[in-house]
T-cell receptor, first 108, second 114 residues
């Protein structure tokens, strides 16, 4: 199987750093996506990791460890507009399988 | 604005009916993906077309079908509708066949089955 687990909800403070974890059980996959989705809106692409390691894009970074079955999305210098759901998804045989997402609440 | 358009924005219909959802990809994109998002199941991949041909199939029910036309727009047909088909249906487009690059999502069609 390819169960993807993410925390359902997280809360963080404006200006802080938050790490959203994603664990999965699968025998193989091509890569791992992270998407951001604001309530009532379409998902927007954040990152796609193929190789192990950290990829940084401005305030957002994504990490992948295939051996540990683990990824995380790191958000720095949190802003109120970062309040959204964050979806982890696996690309397995060109089929994209999403986790249920993590709802991130930002407090002022 | 992602450049992907979907119509209609909202659709309300009754059980047993059939509906067609339409998607126009971004200019230059050859791939179209369809997704269903419901509260209990989350976002689920349904099907992908690339340049008019079906390329990958996910959790698409037999009551559902899709196609991509020569002008690259795509339609998702849902028939014998059930209450559980109520969901937000997104399409997304990208340039490549392989889903490794950025997918641009449309605003979605909210389907309500009564």
């Amino acid at each position: 199987g390819q169960n993807i687990d993410q925390p359902t909800e997280m809360t963080a403070t404006e200006g802080a750093i938050v790490q959203i974890n994603c664990t999965y059980q699968t025998s193989g996959f091509n890569g791992l996506f992270w998407y951001q989705q604001h309530a009532g809106e379409a998902p927007t692409f954040l990152s796609y990791n193929v190789l192990d390691g950290l990829e940084e894009k401005g305030r957002f970074s994504s990490f992948l460890s295939r051996s540990k079955g683990y990824s995380y999305l790191l958000l720095k210098e949190l802003q109120m507009k970062d309040s959204a759901s964050y979806l982890c998804a696996l690309n397995r045989d060109d089929k994209i399988i999403f986790g249920k997402g993590t709802r991130l609440h930002i407090l002022p | 604005d992602s450049g992907v358009t979907q119509t209609p924005k909202h659709l309300i219909t009754a059980t047993g009916q059939r509906v067609t959802l339409r998607c126009s990809p971004r200019s230059g994109d050859l791939s179209v993906y369809w997704y269903q998002q419901s509260l209990d199941q989350g976002l689920q991949f349904l099907i992908q077309y690339y340049n008019g041909e079906e390329r990958a199939k996910g959790n698409i029910l037999e009551r559902f079908s899709a196609q991509q036309f020569p002008d690259l727009h795509s339609e998702l047909n849902l028939s014998s509708l059930e209450l559980g088909d109520s969901a937000l249906y997104f399409c997304a487009s990208s340039m490549e066949a392989i889903p490794t690059d950025t997918q641009y999502f449309g605003p979605g069609t909210r389907l309500t089955v009564l």
